[in-house]
Structure formats: C-alpha cells, structure tokens
C-alpha cells in the first residue's frame, strides 16, 4: 500500500476541500472546453473592437462558474461521488461534439433518450472506449485517491469562501464587460452550447421540465367525423418513412452517382425543393403526422391531439404502421403496429437489425391478410441510420468500393465513408423499387406510394456528422430531404404533366398532413388544401 500511495504520488495527498473542487473544476475547464474556447476566440477575432483583457477574462469566468455549479451539485457531503461523476459525463459528451459535431440541446437529449439498445451500441468502438478511459475514468481514479482534509464544519467554511470568492470574481468580470458580453452571445448563440457540461445539463432540465413537471393536457380530437370521398372505389395507399436520407446524394436529384438506379424505372416522380421538421427523428417523425408546423411543434401538444393518421382512421380507412426501426415515437399509438423483430433465423436479420428488404415481404403479407376495401400502410425504414451505415445494405449490394466498415466514421476517408453512405442509398432505392412493384400489381382502383425522409445527414462537412443539430444553425446537408411519388394516376397525360410542373415547388414536412389526407381522399374539417402538394393536380369533382 506505502508503495502504491508514492507512485500515486500528489495524488496521495490530503487538501482541502476549496482545492479539490478547483483541481477538479481546472481539469473540466482544460480538457473538455476547448471546443468552446476555440470557438469563442474564433468569433471574437472577427469583432476588431474588443480588447485582449476581454478574450482573456472568458476562461477565468467560466472556471468560476464550473466551481460554482460543481460545489453546489455535490452539496459538501457528496465531494467525490458527484464531480467524479462529471469529469466521465464531460468525457462521453466531449466525444460527441469533438469526433461528431454533437450539440447537446433538447431535441438531441430526447432523441437520446428515444434510442434503442441496438442503436445506442451502434456508437461503441474502441476509440471511444480508449477516449474514456483515458480522460474520464483513470482522471477520476487518481482524483478519487486525494484525500480532502478536514470536517464537515471545515467543509462548509470553504463552501462559503468558496463560493463568495467566486461570485465576486463572475461580478468583477460582468461589470466592465457586460457590454462584450452580451455583444458576442447576441451575435453567436450556439457558443453556450459547447459548454460543457452545463448545456447537457440545461438540456436535461428542459427534457425532464417537459415531460415530468408539466400537467398532462387533455386530449383534443381534432375531427370527430371526417368522411371518404369516394367510397365505391377501392384504394392502397403506401407511405415510406425514410431513414437519414439526404437529398445531395440522390441521383435524381442531380447527383453525380447513380445512386437510384431502380425507381426512375418505374416513372416515379422526385420533388426537389423538401426541408425536414427537425434534424432527429425523436422530432421529425411526430412532427410530419400532426397538424403543427414546425415552427409551432411541441412534442407536448402534438401528443394530446389527432394526428392524420388517426383522423384518417376514423373515417374508415385501415390504417397500419409497419416498424423496422427504433419505433414510431408515439405517430402509431392509437392505430394497429407491428415492430419487426431482428430474429436471426430471417436471412435479412443479424439479430441486431434487419435490412430494409424484409419490408417488402411484410407489405405483401398486410394487403393479402387485409380485407379492408380503402387502406393506408406506412413503412418506417432503418434506412441510412449511422454511423454504421455499411449495416444498413447486404454486402452483394455495395455497390461503391472502398467502404467505410466501422462506426468510428470520422476515421475513415472521405471516400470511404461517402461510399459506405451512397451504398444505403441506393439499397432503400432498390427497396423502394420493389415497394412499388407490389403496389402495382395489387387489383385496387386507387394506388399511391409517397416516400420521404425523415431528416438528412452530415457526413464530414465543416467538421459535422450524423444529424441532430439544432435546427437555427444546421447545415443543409441535415434539413433538406428528398420525396419520391408514384400514382397510377401517372398514367393520365394529363395529371402526369401537372405533377411535373409542381414538383419544383418547394415544400416540407408541414405539407405531410394535407397531402396524406388528400391522397387517401378524406374529407376532415382540418384539411387545408393549400398544404397539399397534389391538390392542385386533383380532378374536379
């Protein structure tokens, strides 16, 4: 025990409680806020009026704040347990943003709290793991061996001085530069967002704030009639939620590769100007089936009203959500679902995941078992889902070589990990294609397939991957998504011609819940059709 104390160290020494919880707060300020700093140096170089005093008073501030809320988080009597616990919650996020360009906002925590087992362990590698280790649990262990000196009384006249001396210091600070301050947070809000770890915190109050503390609301129906247009017809209508799909990587959207080699085939229609709700799926989902906007979603009163999928359910048309991915985020609860379970005895599963082919299957099995002369089935696909995209197709279907076989992505070349990406691509086209071909070969009168993705994807671009940024300040590659059509309808010169000319509207998901409801030829007080996108190519009645 003497031996291993001595190679321990100063981490053997007794010091009192004011000096841990600086030595702590120092390593947090140090090692996980750089991002932040740099940041912050970045944007305050561009401002020629500040003064260097200025630039350099930001790291004693924010040292002063990190002893304040760290004193006041571990409450005297729980010194080690709780900054300990922060140094490896610091390391997990510093990760996130550092390798990914993660902002720890709201939407991202409840995105995060939303995620399966499977797809949280996507996120596992080595690098990860050595990462951790290195600056969030061996810290924490050579921190845990200093001794803090003293009682509970001698404990609670440094917290005092502690904090007094900080506040004095934020004050002194506050006062002369109030006027920088508030210059450079008015012009770069997303700056607070690299502290770390106060806006995992910050978000994790909004989250529990919001879906603990605030009374439930009362449901609100939003049409407890709403009628079929046209009964004596029968109908199928086919939505495909798509998965992280990005409209730059799309062929038909001009992209150089030919990554929709099958859909075009089949005179399928792409509209070129669409923006997501939001940039995870936790938001964009829910979001595309109410009747809020995106500019007025709140996950909180979208769950306490109708969706479209539930009035187009009460007006007599079957209505079925197929899952094979990490749910339907609450779209789904009032109407029949099925998850698709991963067992490994499915050739299309690896008892992880399953390809998005095995949807095929399970939509050919919905309308043979169904007897129901209008019906509305929509298809959740895992789709692009990273990082490990190279999951996400069969191996005969990688089509572009190099590609990317870890999840560590930002370690991967360029061209590696646009391959891997691109190769998803054009498996959920090759998906899609074959959707389509059973909706065309089913006897109804009325047939329409609708895909559209849910959000985008990052995938390197200023230094950002994945998705789930927030929304004010995410890059295109995240909010613009592709949707793809097909109609019988087509068939018709006419209609064919009309939807030709619209699709180079620009549109979003705010368009879902009208055009939903007009594609399935439901008539509801809450329809508008100005919102949506086929209406203007509608035969007269």
Known sequence: MYITNRRLGIFSKQISYCQFVCLVSIYILIAFNSQFLYKTLIAISQTADLHWMFMLSIPILLFSL??????????????????????VICSFLFYSTFNYGVIFDKSMLQNIVETDSSEAFSYLNIQLVIFIFLTGILPSYLFHHLKIKGNFRAHLTSFIKLNFFALVTCTLIAVPFYEDYASVGRN???????????????????????????????????????????????????????ETARASNFSLQGYKRVTNPNTPKLGVKYFNHVSSCGTATAISVPCMFSRLNRKEYDSRYAQSQDNVLDIIQRSGVEVSWIDNNSGCKGVCRRIKSENIEPIKVNPLCDGDYCYDEILVSKLVNKIADSQAKHKLVILHMIGSHGPTYYRRYPENNSVFKPDCLKSDIQNCSTTELVNTYDNSIAYTDLVLSKLIEVLQASDVTDKAFLYVSDHGESLGEKGLYLHGFPYALAPEEQTHIP????????????YNQCIELVRSNTFSHDNIFDSLLGLTQVM??????????????????
């Not at 997303?190 to 605030?214: E, W």
């Not at 509801?524 to 009645?541: H, L, M, V, W």
């Open 188 to 242: 770069n809000r997303q700056l607070t967002s690299y502290i770390t770890p106060f806006a995992f915190y910050t978000a994790g109050y909004k989250y529990f704030r919001d879906n603990f503390l605030f009374p439930p609301l009362p449901f609100r129906v939003l049409d407890d009639s709403p009628v079929l247009e046209n009964k004596a017809s029968s109908s199928l209508t086919v939505m495909v939620v798509g």
């Open 483 to 494: 949707i793809i059509f097909w109609s019988n309808k087509l068939a018709d010169s006419n």
């Open 66 to 87: 990190i002893v304040l809320v760290l004193s006041w988080f571990s409450l005297i009597i729980f010194v080690k347990p709780i900054l300990l616990l922060n140094i």
């Open 524 to 541: 509801s007080t809450e329809y508008q059709p100005e919102f949506d996108i086929f209406n203007a190519c509608k035969a007269p009645s």
